[in-house]
Nanobody
Framework: QVQLVESGGGLVQPGGSLRLSCAASGRISGIDYMGWYRQAPGAQRELVTTITSGGEWYSDSVKGRFTISRDNAKNMGYLQMNNLKPEDTGVYYC???????????????WGKGTLVTVSS
């Protein structure tokens, strides 16, 4: 069974930094897409950033402050968050398209989320 697990969330002051990790486990032959979503209290879940072999994308609200990366050999994804603002508060979810052995198509998976709270 493929599983995504986020970690690294916590409480941080405005202007601080956090690094989130997304660990993919199971019988994985490849990850061709990974993204991070977040959901603030009372708000819709929004796409924050994506990474594929073709490059990276960031929402305007985080551009210049967040950096997405991945380590394909370790099946790990990361989200470096700098200069955090209170409006960055929310549950951050890892999302990935994962190919497993003996399967023609990749499936989409979600982690359960990690809470990021930006507050003084």
């Amino acid at each position: 069974q493929v599983q995504l697990v986020e970690s690294g969330g916590g409480l941080v002051q405005p202007g601080g930094s956090l690094r989130l990790s997304c660990a993919a486990s199971g019988r994985i032959s490849g990850i061709d897409y990974m993204g991070w979503y977040r959901q603030a209290p009372g708000a819709q879940r929004e796409l924050v950033t994506t990474i594929t072999s073709g490059g990276e994308w960031y929402s305007d609200s985080v551009k210049g402050r967040f950096t997405i990366s991945r380590d394909n050999a370790k099946n790990m994804g990361y989200l470096q968050m700098n200069n955090l603002k209170p409006e960055d508060t929310g549950v951050y979810y890892c999302n990935a398209n994962i190919k497993i052995p003996d399967r023609v198509y990749a499936n989409n998976y979600w982690g359960k989320g990690t809470l990021v709270t930006v507050s003084s």
